[in-house]
Nanobody
Framework: HVQLVESGGGSVQPGGSLRLSCTIS????????MAWFRQAPGKEREGVAA??????RANYAGSVKGRFTISQDKNTMYLEMNSLKVEDTAMYYC?????????????????????WGQGTQVTVS
C-alpha cells in the first residue's frame, strides 16, 4: 500500500512563494511518474506539474510554466511555487502512478495516476 502525504500549503499574498512537499511511503512503486494536481472550488482537478524521475523530465501546465518547479529528493517530491497569483488558489494534491511510463500527453492526465494524497490548501489573496 502506497501513502502520499502533502504539506506546505498556506496563505500568501500575490507575488509570494510557497514550497509544497509530498512524502511517499509504503510499498515501492515501479513507476517513476509522479505529479502535482490542483482543484479549485467548482472546477475539475487539473494537472500542474509532472515528472518522470528516472528520465529527468518535467512537464508543466501552461498556466504555471516559468513560475513552478517540480523536484524530488529521495522519497519526497516538491513543488516550488513562485510569483503566485490569485488564480493559483486551490487544493493541491500529489499523485503517483503504480507502474509504467507515460507520454508527454498523458503526464498531466489525472486518470493516469493510481495513488493520491489528501491535499494541502494554497490560498493566494
Amino acid at each position: 500500500h502506497v501513502q502520499l502525504v502533502e504539506s506546505g500549503g498556506g496563505s500568501v499574498q500575490p507575488g509570494g512563494s510557497l514550497r509544497l512537499s509530498c512524502t511517499i511511503s509504503g510499498n515501492t512503486i515501479s513507476s517513476n511518474c509522479m505529479a502535482w494536481f490542483r482543484q479549485a472550488p467548482g472546477k475539475e482537478r487539473e494537472g500542474v506539474a509532472a515528472t518522470n524521475f528516472g528520465r529527468g523530465r518535467a512537464n508543466y501546465a501552461g498556466s504555471v510554466k516559468g513560475r513552478f518547479t517540480i523536484s524530488q529528493d529521495k522519497n519526497t517530491m516538491y513543488l516550488e511555487m513562485n510569483s503566485l497569483k490569485v488564480e493559483d488558489t486551490a487544493m493541491y494534491y500529489c499523485a503517483a502512478r503504480r507502474h509504467g511510463n507515460l507520454t508527454t500527453g498523458q503526464v498531466l492526465d489525472r486518470l493516469m495516476y493510481n495513488f493520491w494524497g489528501q491535499g494541502t490548501q494554497v490560498t493566494v489573496s
